[in-house]
């Protein structure tokens, strides 16, 4: 049975779809320690800067609940929760999500100390403030989600006048629906926001080189919700948005960001900054989709951003399901194969880094952000009420 939800929690259990052997075969890893968890996350088995967070915080909630804690003191259980944290906020660097919810944790932790100091359970009280803690990370990123896609389509409606008559077509990149998230997605949920509104035309997807999070991932969300959808190559893209014709005629390019920074630069998957340039020179409004949870106003610019590289194998190599000599696809056999000469060397940064001045907005779950007469974002607005 296909399904669209990345992660499955109760108090104690936690599954996370491997994304590893999606479209073809949808499998569950149970994940209940921080290890594991750490694991699943660099291996991208999960990936996307919300999911990232989410499957840290609740697998270490698992391994909680289940005793994982050796510490008998509460100056000891903080000291292991906080070791724990800081080892998980290592499984990506990149994307910000996963050290704002590792400082809300702690803060929670070391506000349940504060608060239990005296109480015998000092112990217990920090552990379930935890727990508690990490469930909320969950439920509220899908509330997140839903309010970006309300935003989003507010926003393109006013820009655009749409209506069940006038539509828009969108470009996205990379993966940023339910696969990323807890559900919905962020420029995946402004597309099944446009979608369910009868305001959306036709969504284009790039297969987003090296990892195919495009091809493999949002292609299968968009078939799955029955959103009319393309999928081009990401060397496709600025000839698609060189036609300003029906249907082709596309009004936004919507991306996600793994961290938006004070002045409004963004890291997000490779290939998004190439998709800005592309968009401004054709006159196409490009849209940042970002929780607050991936906002970063420590970090002053993009120059400041650290990009994760990865492994040569991503590029040099791919896996997928065999096809038979009549065409059909055998979904219970996959196959990894070798797609370049394996001594080239290999560049592979996973993100870069989009310049403010290329954005038109970023929608978040307190509302649009847009530049000042001063070409400046100010997202010290929307953090103001967190
Ligand atoms: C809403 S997900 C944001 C972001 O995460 C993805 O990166 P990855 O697949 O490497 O985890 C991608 O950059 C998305 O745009």
């Not at 929690?9 to 499998?27: A, I, N, S, T």
């Not at 990149?173 to 990323?180: F, K, P």
């Not at 400046?376 to 929307?382: E, G, N, P, W, Y």
Request: one cysteine or more; a negative charge; proline letters at 3%.
């Amino acid at each position: 049975m296909a399904t669209l939800q990345a992660i499955k929690y109760k108090r104690g259990k936690l599954l996370v779809l491997d994304q590893l052997r999606l479209p073809h075969e949808h499998h569950y890893d149970e994940v209940s320690t921080a290890e594991e968890a750490f694991d699943c996350i660099r291996s991208m088995r999960v990936r996307g800067a919300p999911a990232i967070a989410i499957v840290a915080a609740l697998a270490y909630a698992v391994e909680l609940h289940n005793g994982g804690c050796t510490a008998t003191t509460p100056e000891e259980t903080i000291a292991q929760i906080e070791s724990r944290l800081d080892y998980l906020k290592e499984s990506r660097p990149t994307a910000v999500d996963l050290s704002n919810a590792i400082s809300l944790l702690k803060q929670a932790a070391r506000a349940a100390k504060r608060e239990g100091l005296a109480h015998p359970e000092a112990k217990e009280a920090i552990l379930n403030s935890y727990i508690e803690t990490a469930e909320k990370i969950l439920a509220k990123d899908l509330e997140n989600n839903t309010s970006i896609g309300s935003y989003g389509t507010s926003w393109l409606q006013h820009q655009y006048m749409l209506s069940s008559s006038r539509t828009i077509s969108v470009l996205t990149h990379c993966n940023t629906g339910s696969l990323a998230t807890s559900g919905h997605g962020t420029a995946l949920g402004i597309i099944r926001t446009l979608h369910a509104r009868g305001l959306l035309k036709h969504a284009y997807c790039t297969e987003t080189r090296p990892y195919n999070q495009g091809s493999r991932l949002t292609s299968f969300e968009l078939i799955f919700e029955g959103i009319p959808a393309t999928l081009i190559t990401d060397s496709m893209a600025g000839a698609l948005l060189s036609l300003h014709k029906e249907p082709m005629n596309i009004g936004a390019v919507i991306v996600g960001a793994d961290r938006v920074v004070r002045n409004g630069d963004t890291a997000n998957k490779i290939g998004t900054y190439a998709l800005a340039v592309l968009a401004r020179h054709h006159g196409v409004k490009f849209v940042v989709a970002a929780p607050t949870t991936s906002i970063d106003l420590e970090t002053e610019t993009g120059a400041d951003i650290k990009i994760e590289e990865r492994k040569p194998e991503e590029l040099t190599q791919i896996s997928g399901a065999v096809v038979n000599p009549d065409g059909s696809i055998d979904t219970s056999r996959t196959a990894r194969v070798a797609i370049a000469d394996q001594r080239i060397s290999v560049w592979n940064p996973a993100f870069d880094v989009t310049p403010h001045a290329l954005i038109d907005a970023i929608v978040t779950e307190k509302g649009t952000v847009v530049k000042g007469a001063d070409g400046k974002f100010d997202l010290s607005s929307v953090l103001q009420s967190n």
